[in-house]
């Protein structure tokens, strides 16, 4: 067995922890060997030495901060290690192998090196082979990797012969470097002359005339994918694609890549969205290990086989267990409305109409049970918040009542800054949710085992609210609003910034607290499978974006998909085996079927003909 020590040092508080028990109960040091010391290097926080430490997981235990993990891996892996960013730091193991032609998808938690490998595989970072101690050049890496799938790709890296294109994972980062106006970005960086294509394809008309300053998330996500397609090159590289779009405009960019990327290229895209990786991938790597510690990608699979793999949280090919329980769709028992019989209804509004300043919002009358979760599905700007904040009670419609008034409703909302959840920049976490949701603590409540030790709470405690990155901020939020007391719940956009996983362990988290306090929840999201998952009936929005809104009274999934779905003219079949939704080819077979007999969401599981 090797060791893998792994340390957080942005949790560890040599000042805070009561004389760093972590190295004063080492019983190697006891015993005169030294595992694990004070380091200059790191402000006197702790470094362990892998050859010398025996993982008894007594310093682990110590730290009041949980920043110290060891682990146990096969002697084997150690072949397959690809990069450390430094001592006791985060630790990638192999790569998902670029194919000419073929769009690879890349599937994982957060933290577990996404991106890492991308920047590996573009040539940004020159991979150290796990001695980060070392210089490393190309010669090392290509004799490493002699005779592997992959060194042909590193031998192209080395002799300069790939353009790369990468589609950052950060977008925003793009207005520090990008000046100007869109239409001349775009014109400048269309050697492929597409994009006046992609400017209809992607709706993205609009925004010419704007300055890169002033885009918003999404015009900013969709002008790099629009320029990332416009540029000719050898390998093209997409870090999470869909993020900031809405459901909509993620079908739009799925399909776009998938049909603009150049014919005999390298393709790899990052993604969270299960219904957009898996349209636009050929192959899928997922990666597993710990996230934060070391990531281990697996050999390619068929996008089908591999996504389903994923979910049910076994990988044949490795013979490795990912997690414990599948994740099942379709565990509802009906797509159908069921008749109300005896439904105990909790809220009911009646036909609202709400103007803000040119915005208008229409709403047909509705209601809510006890113990179900509506899902919300509509294009941005279309007054799906303003909806929400009207049952939330913070605004008042002109026409039109609620029975929420006086109710206790416990509200997530879409943007989240300290602020917003109801906290300042220089809060704690701990003393936020001690003040904010207590039982999240109590480590006896299923708040503290289901939510704040699944979402990885329970690290984050030390740090400031300021400080958190944005997935961190949204399960803090996420976990805060659940924590609540309530009779209704509502949560804007929960998956923004956070992983499949968190995905699933948040919308379990859901179904669990409105089941156990029969109560419900309006879970607004633009990702679809989740959508799936979590809600026993939807209500869809249409309308202009921007100028009018409608929503639609709450429907069984079937109906509600189908409104939706057959206003962007896509259609989705269900995975025979996981019961996922996956969107199909436009004028594929199935496409056509279902197009033909206005099924837009088929809720069956159909077999799989190519
Ligand atoms: P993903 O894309 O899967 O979310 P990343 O590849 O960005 O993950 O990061 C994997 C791990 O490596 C994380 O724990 C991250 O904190 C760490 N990491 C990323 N970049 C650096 C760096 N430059 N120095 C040290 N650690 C890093
Ligand atoms: P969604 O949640 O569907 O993205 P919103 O409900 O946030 O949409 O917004 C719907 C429209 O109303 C947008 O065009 C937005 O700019 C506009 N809007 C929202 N709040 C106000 C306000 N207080 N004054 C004027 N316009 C507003
Ligand atoms: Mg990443």
């Avoid at 708040?447 to 990885?456: A, E, H, K, N, P």
Wanted: aromatic share 8%.
């Amino acid at each position: 067995m090797a060791r893998l020590a792994v340390v957080d040092y942005d949790s560890c508080h040599p000042d805070k922890c009561g004389g760093m028990p972590c190295i004063r109960f080492c019983p190697v040091n006891r015993g005169g060997v030294i595992a694990i010391e004070a380091s200059r290097d790191r402000d006197g926080k702790p470094v362990i030495y892998e050859t010398t430490c025996i993982a008894c997981g007594i310093c682990v235990k110590k730290c009041p901060f949980e920043a110290i993990q060891i682990f146990n891996l096969p002697d084997e892996m150690e072949k397959m290690v690809v990069h450390r960013y430094g001592v006791n730091e985060f630790k990638l193991y192999g790569l998902p192998t670029p194919v000419q032609g073929k769009i690879v998808g890349i599937l994982g938690r957060n933290g577990i090196g996404k991106t890492t490998s991308l920047k590996i595989l573009g040539g940004e970072i020159i991979p150290n082979l796990g001695e980060p101690d070392k210089k490393i050049s190309y010669e090392d890496v290509l004799r490493r990797f002699r005779g592997s799938e992959i060194y042909n790709h590193f031998k192209e890296l080395a002799d300069k012969k790939i353009r790369v294109i990468h589609k950052i994972q950060r977008v925003e980062l793009v207005q520090k470097y990008v000046k100007g106006y869109v239409r001349d970005v775009l014109k400048k960086v269309d050697e492929r002359g597409v994009s006046k294509d992609l400017i209809d394809l992607l709706s993205m008309s609009s925004m010419l005339d704007k300055k890169i300053s002033e885009l918003s998330g999404g015009e900013l996500q969709k002008l790099t994918i629009a320029a990332a397609l416009s540029r000719q090159g050898d390998l093209y590289m997409f870090d999470e694609p869909s993020s900031y779009l809405d459901v909509r405009e993620r079908l739009k960019i799925a399909i776009s890549i998938r049909e603009l990327v150049p014919k005999n290229v390298k393709t790899l895209v990052v993604e969270h969205d299960l219904a957009v990786l898996d349209y636009i991938s050929d192959y899928i790597s997922i990666v597993y290990g710990e996230p934060g510690a070391y990531g281990i990608f697996s050999k390619l699979y068929g996008v089908g086989a591999g996504i389903n793999h994923f979910l049910q949280g076994y990988l044949p090919a490795e013979n490795m267990l990912i997690r414990r329980e599948p994740i099942k769709f379709l565990e509802k028992e009906s797509f159908e409305e069921t008749p109300a019989g005896d439904k105990k209804i909790l809220v009911t509004w009646s036909f609202i109409r709400k103007s803000l300043g040119e915005f208008l919002l229409e709403a047909e009358e509705g209601e809510i049970y006890r113990s179900e979760v509506v899902g919300v599905l509509g294009p941005n700007a279309i007054g799906k918040t303003t909806f929400v904040r009207i049952l939330a009670g913070e605004l008042l419609p002109d026409e039109g009542f609620t029975s929420t008034i006086g109710m206790r409703i416990s509200y997530k909302p879409q943007f989240i800054t300290p602020n917003s959840i109801g906290g300042s920049e220089e809060d704690l976490v701990e003393s936020f949710l001690k003040e904010k949701a207590p039982d999240l603590l109590k480590t006896d409540s299923w708040l503290y085992i289901d939510v704040t030790r699944r979402l990885g709470i329970h690290r984050l405690l030390q740090k400031r609210l300021g400080d958190l990155s944005g997935g961190e901020l949204q399960k803090i939020a996420i976990a805060k609003t659940l924590g609540q007391e309530a009779d209704l719940y509502i949560l804007d956009e929960p998956s923004a910034h956070i992983d499949v996983e968190e995905r699933i362990t948040v919308a379990k988290a859901i179904r669990r607290d409105i089941e156990n306090r029969n109560v419900a929840a309006i879970v607004v999201d633009h990702d679809l499978s989740m959508i799936d998952y979590i809600s026993d009936r939807v209500i869809v929005f249409k309308g202009e974006p921007g100028l009018r809104g409608y929503a639609e009274k709450p429907k069984g999934l079937r109906k509600s998909m189908n409104s939706f779905l057959s206003t962007l003219g896509v259609t989705f079949r269900r995975d025979l085996k996981t019961k996922r939704p996956r969107m199909n080819k436009p004028g594929s077979y199935y496409d056509r079927l279902q197009k033909e007999i206005k099924e837009y969401y088929y809720t069956h599981p159909t077999e799989e003909i190519e």
